[in-house]
């Protein structure tokens, strides 16, 4: 049973620029949250999507956007890049209250 | 706003030995508490969810309990091995609004076990 996948692996763009990263749930789970986390820290919630909607949104400017398909795999999209969005993106998949979330080994994004 | 803290930041200990992580939140009014493992650079992974009903949950050398109205978790680890060096990560959901659909992490605690 796959887990939760996410590509690429790493990646570098320069100040300005536009990335999307990608990621599938879990078998059988319906609901994508996406993650960063700097160096050092734990992880900080960007948003959540459910039903290809965005059902919560963390503190994050709106140059964070994400998508996300009815075969419930999901885009995260950062315009206009920052040196300081250099972190590892995660993503988590998850099935009602009941159960936990499911990472993926996540995307190290380095601005440069 | 919910607030997670993790005690202590690191910690390095002898291969055998047993230990204990410390977890603690603000607000009791939560879903459930899981524990991760992330080695460096990588995801998580998941060791132990804890429901608000429950006070504790084990797998194999793992046990984690859960005590809501003070606030706080702890994760055991009996018999610590090299291979269990990583960082710990607790995480909180909570049960109503904004705080239902997210976790709250803490910043982890980094063990190293020493053979």
């Known amino acids: 049973d796959a887990g939760v996948t996410q590509s690429p692996t790493h990646l570098i763009k320069t100040r300005g620029q536009q990335v999307t990263l990608r990621c599938s749930p879990k078998s059988g789970h319906d609901t994508v949250s996406w993650y960063q986390q700097a160096l050092g820290q734990g992880p900080q919630f960007i948003f959540q999507?459910?039903?290809?909607?965005?059902?919560q949104r963390g503190n994050f400017p709106d140059r964070f956007s994400g998508h996300q398909f009815p075969n419930y795999s999901s885009e995260l999209n950062v315009n206009a890049l920052l040196l300081g969005d250099s972190a590892l993106y995660l993503c988590?998949?998850?099935?009602?209250?009941?159960?936990?979330?499911?990472f993926g080994s996540g995307t190290r994004l380095t601005v440069v | 706003k919910q607030e997670v803290t993790q005690i202590p930041a690191a910690l390095s200990v002898p291969e055998g030995e047993n230990l204990v992580l410390n977890c603690s939140f603000t607000?009791?009014?939560?879903?459930?508490l899981q524990w991760f493992r992330q080695d460096p650079g990588k995801g998580l992974t998941s060791l132990l969810l804890i429901q608000s009903s429950q006070r504790e949950q084990t797998s194999g050398r793992l046990n984690a309990s859960l005590d809501k109205s003070s606030g706080r978790s702890t994760l055991y680890i009996a018999a610590s091995q090299p291979g269990d060096s990583a960082t710990y990560l607790c995480?909180?959901?909570?049960?109503?609004?904004?705080?239902?659909?997210?976790?709250?992490f803490g910043k982890g605690t980094k063990l190293s076990v020493i053979p």
């Open positions: 607000d009791s009014a939560i879903y459930n």
């Open positions: 988590a998949s998850s099935f009602g209250q009941n159960y936990g979330y499911t």
């Open positions: 995480a909180v959901r909570g049960v109503t609004g904004a705080g239902s659909y997210q976790l709250t």
């Open positions: 999507y459910y039903e290809e909607e965005e059902r």
